[in-house]
């Protein structure tokens, strides 16, 4: 691997990190999860059973940690204090495990996140040993703190969670990445392939989509083409685009040396 995401010290070679919930079942998203090549599969605690449930089917069977990293979260808590408990509560159900997702919502409509109770959150949890990932809004200044707190990734919404409306400030994404030390997942927005394609071709370290693929008429397919656009989006961006040229002409083949001149 040479073109690795490396988030708290481990490497990934999928940049892709994706969602478990609002599938049919386990098996659907056990077959999306393997067509879009993640290995970081993101889990809410409020929603989805890993243990706290027992006798009832859970996704550990069917996704087993020793094949997927799990990326606990928080959705649904509206509160640093909720937030918290949750996470220790995924801690205890998963042996310890520190690397999390965390995210404070400020209300039941946009889902826009709570960013006073998101620091709040971040600075018990780095506090407490966790490996903290953060959603969060696309304000350089905030994501900047997060960071400085002990985050180990940065995660601003390309718009709202679940609307599919794609990338609508890249601007801010652009400053965030470039102020960044710690990789920039695009988290929330994301719609259809050339969404993901864009975050990568703007440098984003990664992109983390749930919706998406569940909601795609056939999420499996719409698995295979999100690994593919966030594969060609990172090649382009490694690349480097040619300029934008305004009003001027480039042919592509040379003007020099043609026959008959």
């Known amino acids: 691997m040479t073109d690795v995401l490396t988030i708290a010290g ?10 478990t919930g609002k599938y ?7 077959r999306a999860v393997e067509a879009s090549g993640a ?7 409020r929603r989805t059973n890993i243990g706290q449930e027992p006798g009832q089917p859970s996704l550990l069977d069917a996704m087993p940690m020793s094949q997927y990293t799990y990326l ?3 959705a649904g808590c509206y509160s640093a204090d909720d937030a918290v408990r949750t996470l220790r509560l995924a801690r205890e159900l998963l042996d310890g495990h520190a690397l999390v997702k965390l995210e404070v919502l400020g209300d039941k409509t946009t889902l826009f996140p709570n960013m006073p109770e998101t620091l709040k959150a971040a600075e018990t949890l780095v506090r407490d040993g966790f490996q903290v990932m953060v ?8 994501t900047k703190m997060l960071e400085e707190i002990g985050c180990v990734a940065v995660m601003p919404l390309a718009s709202l969670i679940g609307s599919g409306m794609g ?4 601007w801010n994404l652009k400053l965030i990445i470039e102020a960044a030390k710690v990789p920039v997942i695009v988290d929330a927005g994301v719609g ?5 394609a864009i975050a990568m071709e703007l440098g984003c370290a990664g992109v983390l989509m749930n919706t998406a693929i569940a909601g795609a008429r056939d999420p499996i397919l719409m698995a295979g083409a999100m690994k593919k656009a966030v ?3 990172r090649e382009a961006f490694r690349a480097g685009r040619m300029p934008k040229k305004f009003y001027t002409a480039s042919p592509s083949s040379p003007t020099a040396g043609l026959i008959g001149s």
């Open 72 to 74: 606990p979260n928080t």
């Open 167 to 170: 990338i609508l400030n890249p």
């Open 10 to 19: 481990k490497p990934y070679a999928s940049r892709l990190l994706v969602g």
């Open 135 to 142: 959603y969060c809004s696309d304000d350089p200044i905030q």
């Open 24 to 30: 049919n079942d386990f098996d659907e998203t056990r």
């Open 231 to 233: 594969e060609a989006g």
């Open 192 to 196: 259809t392939a050339s969404d993901a």
């Open 39 to 45: 290995e970081i599969v993101t889990v809410a605690i």
